[in-house]
T-cell receptor, first 111, second 113 residues
Framework: DAKTTQPTSMDCAEGRAANLPCNHS???????VYWYRQIHSQGPQYIIH???NNETNEMASLIITEDRKSSTLILPHATLRDTAVYYC????????????FGKGTHLIIQP | DTAVSQTPKYLVTQMGNDKSIKCEQN?????MYWYKQDSKKFLKIMFS???????INETVPNRFSPKSPDKAHLNLHINSLELGDSAVYFC????????????FGDGTRLSIL
């Protein structure tokens, strides 16, 4: 899997947008960027993925730079339940052989 | 309407025992996975499996073996349990092919006494 770099931790005020950055400078042209999160004592949860274009679903938005070397996950109106570890993953082979999780970003939503 | 379910949620046993963890998915997926999350919280792939191919992470001891009775189930058998096997084990599933999101169960916390 392409290496990704994320900040270790971030804080965000409840109700504000949480912007989580990820660097993936070695990404190949056909590799997708995936975001998962793990809330304490639960299994990882898929959030969103994208290739080139920006993506949005009911959970979040994903902004990918034009050179594809970095991306930002945006939670538009963060709630306390969004406190979790967020993982940015660029799986080789599309992840069919399994995902490689790094340390992720521990996002803490402050009341 | 649980998508990926694992049983048991907690498993406490002694060294040397043999145990199994069950995983079932009702999403119609044809590929399933087992991951291990150790005390340092790193998640690592152990196996990925569909009806065509089993891919094993080379670091997984052969005491661990996945068994799939059908597409909806992938059970994990562990022989001769060791202290270092204590961890949380997660099952996941996806459609086959590249770039398919994986859906995870809530994990089985295995504690070896």
């Amino acid at each position: 899997d392409a290496k990704t770099t994320q900040p270790t931790s971030m804080d965000c005020a409840e109700g504000r947008a949480a912007n989580l950055p990820c660097n993936h400078s070695t990404i190949s042209g056909n590799e997708y960027v995936y975001w998962y999160r793990q809330i304490h004592s639960q299994g990882p949860q898929y959030i969103i993925h994208g290739l080139k274009n920006n993506e949005t679903n009911e959970m979040a938005s994903l902004i990918i730079t034009e050179d594809r070397k970095s991306s930002t996950l945006i939670l538009p109106h963060a709630t306390l339940r969004d406190t979790a570890v967020y993982y940015c993953i660029v799986p080789s082979g599309g992840g069919a052989d399994g995902l490689t999780f790094g340390k992720g970003t521990h996002l803490i939503i402050q009341p | 309407d649980t998508a990926v379910s694992q049983t048991p949620k907690y498993l406490v046993t002694q060294m040397g025992n043999d145990k199994s963890i069950k995983c079932e998915q009702n999403l119609g997926h044809d590929t399933m996975y087992w991951y291990k999350q150790d005390s340092k919280k790193f998640l690592k792939i152990m196996f990925s499996y569909n009806n065509k191919e089993l891919i094993i992470n080379e670091t997984v001891p052969n005491r661990f073996s996945p068994k799939s009775p059908d597409k909806a189930h992938l059970n994990l058998h562990i022989n001769s349990l060791e202290l270092g096997d204590s961890a949380v084990y997660f099952c996941a599933s996806s459609l086959s092919g590249s770039n398919q999101p994986q859906h995870f169960g809530d994990g089985t916390r295995l504690s070896i006494l």
